[in-house]
C-alpha cells in the first residue's frame, strides 16, 4: 500500500474514509483481549478438548494482532513529523513515534482489565461466545467506515474469524452442557 495518510488522533484518513484501527489492537473486544482472555481460561476447562480449543483459538487471536498492527503501521508509513504535530499528536509521538501501541480508538492504553475469567468453564464459553459478538460487530462498523479494498479485505477475514470463533466456543459449550460434565 503507497497511499498519502493523514493521522489524526486514532483515526485513520485513508483516501477520505476513516477507520478506527486501534480499537481491535488494544480495545476492551480486541485482538489482543480476545487472545489473554483465552489463554487463562484454558487452565479451567474440564479436559483436553476444551484447553486444545482455547490455545487454538488464542494463538490465532494473537496471529490477529499481527494483522491489525501491519494494518496500522502501513497505514502510519511515511507521515510526517509536521503532520503529526498539526494533527495533535505530539504527546503519542514522543511516547510511542509512529510505533504500534496498544490502544482503543480513543488512546485509552490497554488494560487486562478487559479479560474475563470466572474459574467456571460454562459461564467463561458464554463469555467467550459474547466475545467474539462484539468483535465481529466492531468489524462491522469499522467496514461501515470504508470503501477501500486494500481495508476492507483484511477486515472481512478478520469478522468472519469471529464468526468461526463464536461457533467453536457454542460447539464447545454445547458438548458439555449435553455431556453434563461439571466443575471439578
Given amino acids: 500500500m503507497n497511499f498519502k495518510v493523514y493521522y489524526t488522533p486514532f483515526l485513520f484518513k485513508v483516501k477520505q474514509e476513516n477507520s478506527y ?35 487454538d483459538i488464542a494463538t490465532e487471536e494473537m496471529a490477529h494482532v499481527e494483522i491489525i ?6 497505514l502510519l508509513k511515511g507521515v510526517s513529523i509536521e503532520e503529526i504535530k498539526k494533527e495533535g499528536l505530539g504527546a503519542f509521538y514522543a511516547q510511542h513515534d509512529c510505533g504500534v501501541f496498544p490502544v482503543d480508538a480513543a488512546g485509552v492504553p490497554f ?16 463469555s467467550d461466545m459474547a ?15 470504508t470503501n477501500d479494498s486494500d481495508v476492507l479485505a483484511p477486515l472481512a477475514f478478520l469478522r468472519q474469524r469471529e464468526i468461526i470463533h463464536y461457533q467453536r466456543f457454542k460447539e464447545l459449550r454445547d458438548y ?3 455431556k453434563k460434565i461439571q466443575k471439578k
Avoid: V
Wanted: aromatic share 10%; proline share 3%; glycine share 6%.
Fill in 131 to 145: 466475545a467474539e459478538q462484539r468483535a465481529r460487530a466492531t468489524y462491522e462498523n469499522l467496514m461501515n467506515l
Fill in 111 to 126: 488494560t487486562t482489565a478487559y479479560i474475563s475469567c470466572t474459574g467456571d468453564f460454562i459461564a467463561d464459553l458464554e
Fill in 176 to 178: 458439555y452442557l449435553s
Fill in 69 to 74: 498492527s501491519t494494518m496500522i503501521y502501513q
Fill in 21 to 55: 484501527l486501534h480499537i481491535q489492537s488494544g480495545g476492551p473486544n480486541g485482538e489482543l483481549s480476545a487472545s489473554l482472555q483465552y489463554l487463562t481460561q484454558r487452565y479451567t476447562m474440564p479436559d483436553e478438548r476444551g484447553k486444545a480449543l482455547l490455545t
